[in-house]
């Protein structure tokens, strides 16, 4: 079984920058989508970006522009880059795959302050 485990939340500033880490248990990255996901409080999860196995991204319209995300398939591990953070940004974030079962991370906590 995989196993996610997210890194790099923290408080930041409106205006700053975080970067995500996810490191996967086994080598799964390169031939996998792998995408992020986050939950504030009181709603529900919703999609941030993905990166499929060749390469080519999505992101929501909320983000695109802001974050940006990519992996090194030597460390099996997916990143997300978050630029120009806002309020609105704040959330937990999870990383997220799909290998036969859903697979999720615990989750890191992203908090933006304005």
């Known amino acids: 079984q995989v196993q996610l485990v997210e890194s790099g939340g923290g408080l930041v500033q409106a205006g700053g920058s975080l970067r995500l880490s996810c490191a996967a248990s086994r080598s799964i990255v390169s031939g996998t989508a792998m995408g992020w996901y986050r939950q504030a409080p009181g709603k529900q999860r919703e999609f941030i970006a993905r990166i499929l196995s060749g390469g080519s991204t999505d992101y929501a319209d909320s983000v695109k522009g802001r974050f940006t995300i990519s992996r090194d398939n030597a460390k099996n591990t997916v990143y997300l880059q978050m630029n120009n953070l806002k309020p609105e940004d704040t959330a937990v974030y999870y990383c997220?795959?799909?290998?036969?079962?859903?697979?999720w991370g615990q989750g890191t906590q992203v908090t933006v302050s304005s």
């Open positions: 997220h795959t799909y290998v036969g079962y859903a697979s």
